[in-house]
């Protein structure tokens, strides 16, 4: 495990071993982190590996999966009047499922749209504006549930009730069994993410050897920890192991963040989802639990969500890693940066958006 972020002697050595491997058949490594993806992107990492290796970027980014259905109703509710739509500034340009449909262009029509930089921010606007209703939108995986469900039992606490969350949180582990159950995809291991692993631990990602056979590797965001990690999972496979390996140990342990799961079972509860482009997921969503439904905005507004509807975008393929971006027929022709057309283009972690930038 390396210790020096940038040492270049030892970026030298395994970019050197990388390349000298040799596979007799297709490796098909993902990683599932927006912030590898971009990372790979930004150092061209993908440059690296010998032929027969690709890297697949998977469904990492939360913004990217968020359902357009979803996307929909936030623009309903965000049209009501005296309703406060507080959001991470990824979403804001986000399409529903259709281009005229986003938080942007509520708000030109007078929506009241709010960026915020956590759950945190939410709660202390709803403090300070007692006699406004906030709404906030609780996107991503484990990294960002247990703030959202802090807020959420101090705002109990507190009898603070003019707050909610639309909780559109995800687990990372349903959408991973999903895509090693693909037929048509055929991965041979993941690069885990980092974050997520802080509070799941590396035992969180057991069952990828465990159920699957695969390998794992853990691994985090600068480019000598990506690097590194891909020789720890090309290594494996050479010689045909399966297992999960922690290169990331500097941040992540075994059992991860007891106190930051305890507090997502306490609030959440595991619900089917719906994930963009790739269709529902049993078991992959958090639902505010009965206790706290007073500050679930799908109950205190009666939220409903609409079918998925079928667009030219690909970003679903390529979220399940069976395009590139450039086999998108929008990529660079109508889908740009200035006029996204799927949210892999929108978010600054999307794969899109990365190989738009970086390309």
Known sequence: MNNALDNQELSERLIKNIKNMKFDRKINIMEVCGSHTMAIAKYGLKGILPEEVKLLSGPGCPVCVTASSRIDAIYRLAMRKKVVIATYGDMIRVPGSSPDISLRNAKSFGARIKIVYSAEDALDYAKKYPDEEVVFIGIGFETTSPTAALIIKDAKRENIKNISILSLHKVVEPVMRFLLEQPDIKLDGFLCPGHVATIIGAKGFDFISRDYGKVGIIT?????????????????????????????ARCVNYLGNKAAVNVIKEVFEPCDDVWRGIGNITNSGLKIREEYRNWDAAAKFDLTYEEEKSTACKCGEVLKGKISPYQCPLFKKICNPDNPVGPCMVSSEGSCAAAYKYK
């Open 220 to 248: 985090g965001f600068e480019p000598l920890d990506i690097i590194e990690a891909l020789y720890m999972i090309l290594t494996k496979l050479k010689k045909g192991e399966s297992s999960i390996e922690n290169q990331y």
